[in-house]
């Protein structure tokens, strides 16, 4: 019996797709952005862990490599397959139930499968808060976002995935189910397993469910939009802010004037916040307070006012209403759609340590405009936690294409040495994957990569996980 045969009676015939064949690659086999194509032998959706387990046994028996896949959202090539034909893509969506909510120990336990809003929405009807909130949260799940880590624009606050996870349930590379999802708080009875799960982007076994920390929501949030005269002058903003917010500010994220224009030039129907849009960077702030609306106001508004006087704040301006608060939101995480409009580009998701990001955005830039005159760069991102997401377009008027195909690995040698010296990281929330695999010898010690492939080993010795992503192997 052939193989497709043999997975369409563990998930059923109508789970069982396969590739796009001649007329080129299916969604599922390339990145959403349609810049990397694959070929697989066959995408599955199972519907249960139990098929989980039972796809994977069958693929370890036959040597056939499994990927796998939530929202397909990622921009590393870590969720899609290879050109070989050869692999499976083990795509989750149908493992999306939210099993429980434990209102006293404050967590929900939920599907790989489950999209990110509808988790959100799950929780706030509950009354509580799930604080993980990325731009492409009406697309991607919560397995993908273990899997690669993600961070979002709360991380200043309640840190990142792996921080929110207080359990897990897996499916090793053999196919034994492991399942962990109590949700505790300490245990500390041998190696965290967890964390090896987390962030290992599908290398080492599928999640299949996780149990998350929730939080009580907030009394009120406000949200301000200030424009500032530079990139050091976002620092010292950031310190005054913590100082007077303290565990109020859940939200610190910056942007500069490039990627707010274009915001404005290909999303006209947004509307833009009410002051000038000419300034060099700008910050979206967000207090979530535990008093009362009033209260938020007066540290925001006080905050503010003595950074305008202090010459760290040009103009700013506090949303008066829900719908106001939304409008800010939504340029900021329109960014990347603005981005994709405005054409190819060498991306880079990046964090520093916070002290370093003026010098290191001084240097590279000028490094950059040295080698690339006219190249346009786009700086934005979670300045709270030292993240940015710093990217490179063509000069105006030039081929988007034909620069990166002559130029994108010197830019990206460029930005990561850069990185490397203010002893940052080449991925703070993105992931490896395929894309970035290559740099990882460049920029990590022989010690850790060491270790890294002794875990690979350890516990997908026939490397049929996600072959070729993070470690390399397959």
């Given at each position: 019996m052939k193989l497709i045969d043999r997975l369409s009676e563990i998930v059923g015939v109508a789970h069982v797709v396969t590739g796009g064949g001649p007329e080129g690659p299916a969604p599922w086999e390339q990145d959403w952005r349609g810049r990397s194509k694959g070929r697989a032998l066959a995408m599955v959706r199972p519907g249960s862990t139990a098929e989980v387990a039972d796809v994977v046994k069958l693929c370890a028996a036959e040597k056939v490599s499994i990927v796998p896949q939530g929202g397909n959202t990622g921009l590393v090539d870590g969720s899609i397959p290879d050109t070989s034909g050869t692999q499976v893509v083990m795509n989750l969506g149908r493992l999306k139930a939210v099993r429980s909510i434990d209102r006293k120990n404050m967590t929900i336990t939920v599907e790989a499968g489950c999209i990110l809003q509808s988790l959100h929405e799950v929780v706030e009807d509950a009354g509580f808060l799930f604080p993980l909130s990325l731009a492409a949260k009406g697309s991607c799940t919560i397995g993908g976002n273990l899997a690669t880590n993600a961070g979002g624009t709360q991380v200043v606050r309640y840190g990142n995935a792996r921080s929110l996870c207080l359990g897990l349930e897996v499916v090793t590379a053999s196919g034994e189910i492991w399942s962990a999802l109590s949700g505790l708080r300490k245990d500390n009875t041998g190696y965290d397993l967890r964390d090896l799960?987390?962030?290992?982007?599908?290398?080492?076994?599928?999640?299949?469910?996780?149990?998350?920390?929730?939080?009580?929501?907030?009394?009120?949030?406000?949200?301000?939009?200030?424009?500032?005269?530079?990139?050091?002058?976002?620092?010292?903003?950031?310190?005054?802010?913590?100082?007077?917010?303290?565990?109020?500010?859940?939200?610190?994220?910056?942007?500069?004037?490039?990627?707010?224009?274009?915001?404005?030039?290909?999303?006209?129907?947004?509307?833009?916040?009410?002051?000038?849009?000419?300034?060099?960077?700008?910050?979206?702030?967000?207090?979530?307070?535990?008093?009362?609306?009033?209260?938020?106001?007066?540290?925001?508004?006080?905050?503010?006012?003595?950074?305008?006087?202090?010459?760290?704040?040009?103009?700013?301006?506090?949303?008066?209403?829900?719908?106001?608060?939304?409008?800010?939101?939504?340029?900021?995480?329109?960014?990347?759609?603005?981005?994709?409009?405005?054409?190819?580009?060498?991306?880079?998701?990046?964090?520093?340590?916070?002290?370093?990001?003026?010098?290191?955005?001084?240097?590279?830039?000028?490094?950059?405009?040295?080698?690339?005159?006219?190249?346009?760069?786009?700086?934005?991102?979670?300045?709270?936690?030292?993240?940015?997401?710093?990217?490179?377009?063509?000069?105006?008027?030039?081929?988007?294409?034909?620069?990166?195909?002559?130029?994108?690995?010197?830019?990206?040698?460029?930005?990561?040495?850069?990185?490397?010296?203010?002893?940052?990281?080449?991925?703070?929330?993105?992931?490896?994957?395929?894309?970035?695999?290559?740099?990882?010898?460049s920029y990590k010690s022989s010690v850790e990569l060491n270790m890294m492939r002794s875990i690979k080993k350890a516990l997908d010795p026939s490397s049929l996980m996600n072959p070729g992503c993070v470690v390399g192997g397959g």
């Open positions: 799960f987390i962030g290992s982007e599908g290398t080492l076994g599928i999640i299949t469910a996780a149990t998350m920390q929730l939080y009580p929501r907030a009394a009120s949030q406000l949200t301000a939009w200030a424009a500032l005269p530079s990139i050091h002058a976002a620092l010292e903003l950031l310190e005054r802010a913590r100082r007077v917010l303290s565990a109020s500010l859940t939200g610190f994220e910056l942007m500069g004037r490039f990627p707010v224009s274009m915001v404005r030039q290909h999303l006209s129907d947004l509307r833009m916040p009410a002051l000038s849009t000419d300034d060099p960077y700008f910050v979206l702030i967000e207090c979530s307070d535990a008093e009362s609306e009033s209260h938020a106001r007066s540290l925001v508004e006080g905050l503010l006012s003595d950074a305008i006087e202090s010459g760290e704040v040009s103009d700013a301006v506090v949303a008066e209403s829900l719908s106001q608060v939304r409008d800010l939101w939504e340029v900021r995480e329109s960014i990347p759609l603005a981005a994709y409009k405005e054409g190819l580009m060498a991306a880079h998701d990046i964090s520093l340590p916070i002290a370093s990001i003026p010098q290191f955005v001084d240097v590279t830039e000028s490094r950059l405009l040295e080698a690339f005159p006219g190249v346009r760069i786009s700086n934005f991102g979670h300045l709270g936690d030292g993240n940015l997401h710093y990217n490179v377009h063509a000069p105006s008027g030039e081929s988007a294409a034909e620069f990166l195909r002559r130029y994108e690995e010197q830019i990206r040698q460029i930005v990561y040495d850069s990185v490397h010296q203010f002893a940052g990281s080449f991925s703070a929330e993105h992931g490896i994957g395929r894309l970035k695999l290559h740099w990882m010898d």
